[in-house]
Nanobody, 121 residues
Framework: QVHLVESGGGLVQPGGSLRLSCAASGNIFDIYVVAWYRQAPGKQRELVATVPLRDVAKYADSVKGRFTASRDNAKKMLYLQMNSLKPEDTAVYYC???????????????WGQGTQVTVSS
């Protein structure tokens, strides 16, 4: 069973930056697309970015130009560099894995605990 562990969240002021990390057990980084989701209070979980094995990352329109997702297959790590953060980016951020990138992505793994990102002055 694959375990996903997110970290790196925290409290940051608007305009600030954070870097999230996701560590995964198993060999998902050899095979699958990996992705970041987020869930704000009272809202549905939202796909933020997908990172294919050998292609460029795809992003939700709400984060394009501000967030950069990357993967290190050797270290079995997924990252999300978040710049120019806005209060509306406040959410719990999760990682997962699947088959198809972009809007066709469907998560295959169990959800981890996530990491809380709060953007507030």
């Amino acid at each position: 069973q694959v375990h996903l562990v997110e970290s790196g969240g925290g409290l940051v002021q608007p305009g600030g930056s954070l870097r999230l990390s996701c560590a995964a057990s198993g060999n998902i980084f050899d095979i699958y697309v990996v992705a970041w989701y987020r869930q704000a209070p009272g809202k549905q979980r939202e796909l933020v970015a997908t990172v294919p094995l050998r292609d460029v990352a795809k992003y939700a329109d709400s984060v394009k130009g501000r967030f950069t997702a990357s993967r290190d297959n050797a270290k079995k790590m997924l990252y999300l560099q978040m710049n120019s953060l806005k209060p509306e980016d406040t959410a719990v951020y999760y990682c997962n894995y699947g088959i198809s990138p972009g809007t066709a992505f469907r998560p295959l793994g169990s959800w981890g605990q996530g990491t809380q990102v709060t953007v507030s002055s």
